[in-house]
């Protein structure tokens, strides 16, 4: 199987927790699953785990007897690049010769992912010829879809980049790749410092299928072309972020707003590790703005024109965004202000302040452990000046800018 890996596998062969009630049985210090059947199950899922892995599709045959209509999953991950898969049973509910299964799914990427993705899954299951079998496995309740769970996925890899896709062809998903490799090296000499130089990107088929990705409802993404998935602060033990394209609204772009859009994004990506709790979404959104917009030549006027109409109306914010200001699910007009806005004051810092005092205030920012003070402190440490101070000079920026 082109790009499949043997990685690593491993089922767990027992729970990390300890419940009360459980605190004498023999073994693991307390099997949260201690139904008699679980260890055969475990070693049901083991066997699959290695089957995929292996892509060895005889022995995957051997682990289900699927029910009608269940998605072949062996299939659908067979182009994508794995380094692990491991299952870890957390539940089981029996009767009679069927049960279902709780388990934790964790798996990496290869070249991508530095910890495993986990995923909660529903494994139905059913006994015969004294053994279980699965007959199908889902995403469990109020948890997000895999790409796999959508349809089959589809694999462009590039030179910084690897582009999964559903529903998507492959002229399409090339050209997905072809912007997020021109957008990482962009990024890398705009953010300097350590970072992988790499990005994942998901293109699913739908806006409908975009929720399905983030376990949320499609009413708070319309109009948003991508989103970035990933943990603030940059542990270690998370994996690589996930870029998740909109195909609506990123559809309708040009090529130069789909090159912004995968540009800011990337920019999410390669700042993870220095984006704490304490940083405002003005300076994370402003800033992958304004690298997604460096060296364009994109005027103020032209990227910022809801607040450019704000301003000539006499009607300048009086603050820098608030964090609100940015939620999918509102106004529209509002949203696209807050960007503009957070936009063009990280344009200020880097025009009077110069480049390198922007990312540096970037830094100090995100290196506070709590939101209050963090601005503050790097606005005096980094750029000499107040919280009052540059506001004013950020609302006599918009007026010559764009009045």
């Given at each position: 199987m082109a790009g499949r890996g043997r990685g690593s596998w491993v089922v767990a062969l027992c729970g990390t927790l300890c419940l009360a009630l459980l605190a004498l049985l023999a073994g693991c210090g307390g099997d949260p699953v201690p139904d008699a059947a679980a260890d055969d199950v475990r070693r049901l899922l083991e066997r699959r785990a290695r089957a995929v892995l292996a892509d060895d599709a005889t022995a995957y045959e051997r682990t289900e007897r699927p029910a009608q209509g269940a998605p072949d999953l062996f299939d659908r991950v067979d182009d994508v690049p794995l380094d692990s898969w491991e299952y870890r049973l957390t539940g089981l509910e029996r009767t009679g010769a069927e049960a279902t299964a709780s388990a934790e799914l964790l798996y990496r990427i290869k070249g991508q992912d530095r910890a495993p993705v986990t995923a909660e899954r529903t494994l139905s299951l059913r006994?015969?010829?004294?053994?279980?079998?699965?007959?199908?496995?889902?995403?469990?309740?109020?948890?997000?879809?895999?790409?796999?769970?959508?349809?089959?996925?589809?694999?462009?890899?590039?030179?910084?980049?690897?582009?999964?896709?559903?529903?998507?062809?492959?002229?399409?998903?090339?050209?997905?790749?072809?912007?997020?490799?021109?957008?990482?090296?962009?990024?890398?000499?705009?953010?300097?410092?350590?970072?992988?130089?790499?990005?994942?990107?998901?293109?699913?088929?739908?806006?409908?299928?975009?929720?399905?990705?983030?376990?949320?409802?499609?009413?708070?993404?319309?109009?948003?072309?991508?989103?970035?998935?990933?943990?603030?602060?940059?542990?270690?033990?998370?994996?690589?972020?996930?870029?998740?394209?909109?195909?609506?609204?990123?559809?309708?772009?040009?090529?130069?707003?789909?090159?912004?859009?995968?540009?800011?994004?990337?920019?999410?990506?390669?700042?993870?590790?220095?984006?704490?709790?304490?940083?405002?979404?003005?300076?994370?959104?402003?800033?992958?703005?304004?690298?997604?917009?460096?060296?364009?030549?994109?005027?103020?006027?032209?990227?910022?024109?809801?607040?450019?109409?704000?301003?000539?109306?006499g009607e300048a914010p009086d603050a820098l965004p608030e964090d609100d200001d940015f939620g999918?699910?509102?106004?529209?007009?509002?949203?696209?202000?807050?960007?503009?806005?957070?936009?063009?004051?990280c344009r200020m810092i880097a025009e009077q302040w110069g480049e390198r005092k922007l990312t540096d205030f970037y830094r100090a920012v995100g290196a506070h452990d709590k939101r209050a003070g963090a601005v503050g402190d790097a606005l005096r440490d980094v750029l000499d000046t107040t919280p009052g101070d540059f506001t004013a000079r950020w609302r006599t920026y918009l007026r010559a800018e764009l009045g």
């Open positions: 006994r015969g010829d004294g053994r279980w079998y699965v007959t199908s496995e889902r995403p469990a309740k109020k948890s997000g879809q895999q790409l796999w769970d959508q349809g089959r996925v589809r694999v462009e890899r590039g030179a910084h980049s690897l582009v999964l896709g559903v529903g998507q062809s492959a002229a399409e998903l090339r050209a997905h790749r072809e912007l997020a490799d021109r957008a990482v090296p962009h990024v890398r000499d705009a953010w300097p410092g350590g970072w992988p130089g790499k990005v994942v990107v998901l293109v699913p088929h739908s806006l409908d299928d975009m929720a399905g990705l983030l376990g949320s409802s499609a009413s708070g993404y319309r109009g948003i072309a991508a989103v970035t998935t990933g943990e603030a602060g940059g542990s270690g033990r998370a994996p690589a972020d996930r870029i998740i394209v909109n195909p609506e609204a990123y559809g309708v772009l040009g090529d130069f707003g789909r090159q912004v859009v995968l540009t800011h994004e990337a920019t999410h990506v390669a700042t993870r590790a220095q984006t704490s709790a304490a940083t405002p979404l003005w300076l994370s959104e402003g800033f992958a703005d304004w690298v997604g917009y460096r060296g364009t030549g994109r005027t103020a006027a032209q990227a910022a024109p809801e607040l450019r109409r704000a301003v000539q109306r999918f699910a509102g106004d529209a007009t509002r949203l696209s202000g807050a960007y503009e806005g957070a936009w063009l004051a």
